[in-house]
């Protein structure tokens, strides 16, 4: 068996990506690979601020003309190593790909799942710590309907029936809490492509005054059992009225709608656990200085 290693082109949308698409819905969401999955791939690649620069730097590891493995950043270091998990011998090669190709500021930093065995024997051999950092994913059972409150003088859209991108850009760059104003006059094309975020799980809560409130984001690919959340955001002075809830709720409701069984989300924010969250997956951040 010979493997390759083909470095992703300085190109977002291209047929790599679909090919990494595929392999992620396969062998993401499963196992050791749960905090990385085809939602947070897409999310990555459609993000405004990625720097296209860092995309040769993704390596896939090829079978033939399959992907049977995959280093990647998320926008920047750490890396995360996946793998078909009839390819784990292929770990310590990744290790070393992600040596060479992703050490930065004189240091690598790579997380690795806590069950892991394998990949942590690697990574202690080759010289990594493990830090006090690490990643928590949590998830939420979507078997039932998921019940909240919503004040009467709020009411709830989408960007499917909105198409609003002022106010869309507006409830991030405000709910993320950036100085100055909120860029105004964009168009749908003035943003990477996202191929599949469905902008009827794209769910905003509108205030009185027509501003959106708080907003969230879920992609759910119908072939799959789960929904990815990404991001969630309240404008300071509309917190404290249950509208995150209620928004998360919305949004995933209507992913259990077209065939999600759980929701799952990268975080360890009080907020979630406070909803219904539970967890789900940790990746601890291991270290080398080079």
Known sequence: MKIKINQYPQKRMCDDFYSVLAFLKHHAAKGYNKNWHWGRW????????LDEETLPSIGMFMDGEQIVGLVTHDMDKPVYIISNPQ?????AQMVDYTLKNFS??????????????????????????????SETCLFLD??????YNLDESFAITDFHESK??????????RGFGN???PAKGLSINDFPEQPH?????????????????????????PSTDFCYIEPVVTIPEYRGHGLGKAVVYEAVNRAVEIGAKKAIVISNQQFY????FEPYSICHLWEKEV
């Open 42 to 49: 897409e999310w990555l690649l459609g993000h405004s601020s």
């Open 87 to 91: 390819y784990t011998f292929l770990k």
């Open 104 to 133: 930065k500021d004189g240091s690598c930093q790579i997380f690795a799942h806590e069950d892991d065995y394998e990949l942590v024997e690697v990574l202690k051999s080759t010289g990594f710590a493990q830090t006090e950092k």
């Open 142 to 147: 979507c078997s039932e309907k998921l019940e």
């Open 164 to 173: 609003d991108i002022d106010k869309f850009v507006a409830v991030i760059h």
């Open 179 to 181: 100085n100055g104003e």
């Open 197 to 221: 975020q469905d902008p009827k799980l794209t769910v905003f809560i509108v205030a009185e005054n027509g501003e959106y409130a708080a907003h969230c984001g879920v992609w759910h690919f």
């Open 273 to 276: 656990y406070s909803i219904g």
